[in-house]
C-alpha cells in the first residue's frame, strides 16, 4: 500500500483515502474514548484507576454536548455539588439529554465513512482491507462497544 501511494497513478485515490479512513478511525475511537467515563464505567476504572480520576475540564464531546443542552440552573448546580457528588450529577444530566446515543449516531456516520473508504481501497488493497476491518472490530470489542457499534 506504501508503494501504491509514491506513483503518481494511484496517489491520488489511495493517499487521500487512507488520510480519510485514518481520520475516521480516530475521530470513531475519541468519541467512543470520550463516553467511556458515563457509560463505560468498569472499563475507564479498570484503565484510569477510578472515576476519580477523570478530569471535568478537559476536552471531552460528551461534555461539550451536555453542557450546550444544560439549562443554567443546571449548570450552577452541578458546580455547586461537592466533588463526590458532582460526578454523579452529572451522570443523571447524560443520561436524561441521551448524551451516549447522540455520540454514537455520529460515530454511525463516521462507520459509514470507513466502509465507503475501504470500498474505494479494496481494490488491490483486498488483504490489507480485511485485516483493517479485523482490527477496527477487535477495538470496538475490547472497549466494550461490541452490541452498540456496528462492526466493518
Known amino acids: 500500500m506504501g508503494y501504491r501511494c509514491f506513483h503518481a ?23 467512543l474514548n470520550d463516553l467511556e467515563p458515563f457509560s463505560q464505567k468498569t472499563l475507564y476504572k479498570k484503565h484510569k484507576g477510578g472515576i476519580k480520576n477523570f478530569d471535568l475540564g478537559r476536552k471531552n464531546i460528551a461534555l461539550f454536548l451536555l453542557y450546550n443542552r444544560t439549562s443554567e440552573d443546571e449548570k450552577v448546580r452541578i458546580h455547586k455539588e ?11 444530566l447524560y443520561k436524561r439529554y441521551n448524551i451516549e446515543q447522540k455520540v454514537l449516531n455520529e ?11 475501504l470500498r474505494v481501497l479494496s481494490a488491490g488493497n483486498g488483504e490489507w482491507v480485511k485485516a483493517f476491518r479485523v482490527l477496527f472490530n477487535y477495538a470496538l470489542k475490547e472497549k466494550g462497544w461490541g452490541d452498540k457499534v456496528e462492526n466493518l
Open 9 to 31: 497513478k494511484y496517489a491520488n485515490v489511495d493517499c487521500e483515502s487512507i488520510e480519510k479512513l485514518g481520520e475516521a478511525f480516530g475521530n470513531t475511537f475519541q468519541y
Open 82 to 92: 461537592k466533588e463526590d457528588k458532582k460526578y454523579d450529577g452529572i451522570v443523571g
Open 107 to 117: 460515530v454511525k456516520e463516521k462507520v459509514s465513512e470507513i466502509k465507503e473508504l
